[in-house]
DNA sequence: CGCCGACATTCCACTGTTGACAGGTCGTCG
DNA sequence: CGACGACCTGTCAACAGTGGAATGTCGGCG
């Protein structure tokens, strides 16, 4: 249920938005974090505000609505961002097709781990490219988006090196098993 | 769609199964990389059954069911673990309250980020217990276990370092504010 | 024998996510 | 003017996942 919680930050930031607004944001900087559809993030508006946690502030043309957050929002967004612990994310693609890697042939097997480093590599480099572009940036968001994103730098790295080093694991079994 | 690939896996590995022998397999060994429900997985088997990737082999007593894969399973089961790219995790209910950080006092900021800090420290002497549990245990699901393990260490000694350096970031940060 | 716990399956109601569809308004460019 | 693209809101069906309840069987222990 952190789509709600997204939507009563966003509008928290922005003072006041309408749906259209927000979706934009969820589209630019939040795609990587938590993606929303339209019917998704309209649905959630109506409900905060059957809620009371936003109130419509003002109608524009073309059945435009700005939304804000209330007293009540900000408080629940609060208690959500600071008491509520963020749920780990429990389920894992990858660690599950390793789980099952001795199914296949030994050789199959390196090579999925050394696709899944060069992967790990290329997103590195990506946001090395992100970060360049980054520099000379300022502001509290430039400050939270670089921390952000210093976490996408480290786990890309993470990746990269487990996958080369789990490819290791499995040419040494491999020698072992075939010795001399 | 991966919990039919699960049950293809494990009954691959296993040979032949029930619905709660796989169950208890999920909730042991699984459970940290694919967590499933009994509603879910008995619903799967179903399908699974009706799409003929795997067939039921054995009636016994208490209505068990064996099931174990068929030709066509096998094939499907390989196509997903070395051909299907794994699909990355695009949310992280982390990251998202770091991008709405900036709207609380820094102090309560850096609270949060050491919190997680000590979270991932945690989890990580957890994994190490495990690890020295499985020492001397020997065998090719021994080597996947413990390259899955692996991950989990590398996974939160990061996490711990990078919380760690996110809160010195705040603190420069503050400092900077409020020189001298 | 009677009960209990492990074994074993199935159904239901609910939430979250996705993608497609449908409808309407305003500004501007040719 | 007319068409088009950007703006803006909404509904619907389908599916994955969660949690709980209902139902029944078998083996062993007191």
Chains 1, 2 share one sequence.
Do not use: C
Not at 38 to 53: F, P, R
Not at 119 to 132: K, N, Q, T
Request: glycine residues 10%; without cysteine.
């Amino acid at each position: 249920m952190s789509l709600r919680h997204a939507a009563l930050g966003l509008l928290a930031l922005r003072g006041e938005a309408s749906g259209y607004d927000l979706l934009g944001i969820f589209n630019e900087s939040l795609e990587h974090v938590w993606p929303a559809t339209q019917s998704q993030l309209y649905t959630e508006l109506g409900k905060l505000t059957d809620a009371e946690l936003v109130q419509v502030v003002a109608e524009g043309g073309r059945g435009r609505k700005a939304y804000a957050v209330t007293e009540a929002g900000r408080k629940e967004f609060e208690h959500w961002l600071l008491e509520e612990p963020p749920t780990t994310n429990r389920r894992n693609d990858m660690l599950l097709r390793v789980f099952f890697l001795g199914l296949v042939p030994p050789e199959q097997a390196r090579e999925f781990l050394l696709g899944r480093a060069a992967a790990a590599a290329e997103m590195h480099e990506r946001l090395r490219g992100v970060e360049e572009s980054l520099t000379g940036e300022q502001g509290p968001l430039a400050v939270h988006g670089r921390i952000a994103l210093e976490w996408g730098l480290r786990y890309s790295a993470m990746q990269d090196e487990w996958a080369r080093w789990a490819a290791g694991q499995l040419t040494a079994e491999g020698a072992a098993e075939q010795p001399g």
